[in-house]
């Protein structure tokens, strides 16, 4: 479904990204982990068009370098971001179907908007301003808006931050959800080994921006490169 060939991008004379490769399979959740500055975050930014860079990234076997971001959701790609960004003064149930009006090119659908609502668990606060949400459920209207947009691929970036065990279980069960319910691919940036090893079919560990290894959770988690790069962070 996503193609990473070769892909690099420096700033300046910082290279973020190195010559990076890998494939998401249809319908898989794909982990990435790595330390702090790694080049997670700046990777999302390449697919979702922020950057220029060089290498290669083709979406359902086409080339998507170069496209501009709203392109880019239009063919099915959303994402969140690491910190959550809403719009305060705006109603829960608006800021999903902004999402919905701009991110797809079907037609505006008020009934997907409720049912993203219901599935998201925030049916009952539609009215709220976003403003007003607790953290988790700000991480759930950010996951909720990018549904919005029909996504084939969600990309999310360290969604668990900042949560406690409680909240890191129900962020698990719908991210499962959107995976297993929706029929949604997921790749999902993370930071705690254990959601990553019960979520995951494939993980890539970065670090420095250059793989450091990329397979099966299990085995990647007990790679002794990697435990290295962990212990140096
Ligand atoms: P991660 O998400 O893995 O923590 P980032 O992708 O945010 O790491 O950052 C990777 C490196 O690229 C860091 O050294 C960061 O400072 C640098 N970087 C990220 N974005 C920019 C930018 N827009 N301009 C310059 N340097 C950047
Ligand atoms: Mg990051």
């Known amino acids: 479904m996503l193609e ?13 990204v190195n010559n990076l490769s890998f494939t998401v399979e249809k319908g898989q959740v794909f982990g990435i982990a790595g330390p702090n500055g790694a080049g997670k975050s700046t990777l999302y930014n390449l697919i979702t068009g922020l950057y220029p860079f060089e290498g290669s990234i083709k979406f359902e076997g086409k080339e998507i370098r170069g496209f501009p971001s709203h392109k880019i959701a239009k063919l099915g790609i959303a994402r969140t971001f ?3 960004q809403t719009f305060p003064s705006l109603t829960v149930k608006k800021s ?42 700000k991480k759930m209207l950010m996951i909720a808006a ?8 969600l990309m999310l ?13 129900s962020l698990m069960e719908l991210i499962k959800r959107i995976n297993q319910d929706m029929g949604i691919t997921i790749i999902i940036i993370e930071h705690f080994m254990k959601v990553l090893t019960e979520l995951t079919s494939k993980l890539l560990i970065i670090e420095t921006g250059t793989e450091i290894c990329c397979g099966d959770p299990n085995d990647v988690t007990s790679d002794s490169r990697v435990i290295e790069c962990y212990l140096g962070d």
């Open 4 to 16: 990473i060939k070769n892909v690099t991008k420096k700033f300046g004379e910082l290279t973020a």
């Open 82 to 84: 690491q910190i959550p």
């Open 96 to 137: 999903i179907a902004i999402g919905n009006y701009f991110g797809s090119d079907a037609e505006f659908d008020p009934a997907y908007v409720d049912e993203i609502l219901k599935f998201v668990n925030l049916y009952d606060k539609q009215d709220e301003k976003t403003g007003q949400l607790k953290l988790l459920d």
């Open 146 to 153: 990018a549904l919005g947009t029909r996504p084939k691929i």
């Open 157 to 169: 970036d360290e969604p668990m931050a900042g949560s406690n065990s409680k909240e890191i279980l």
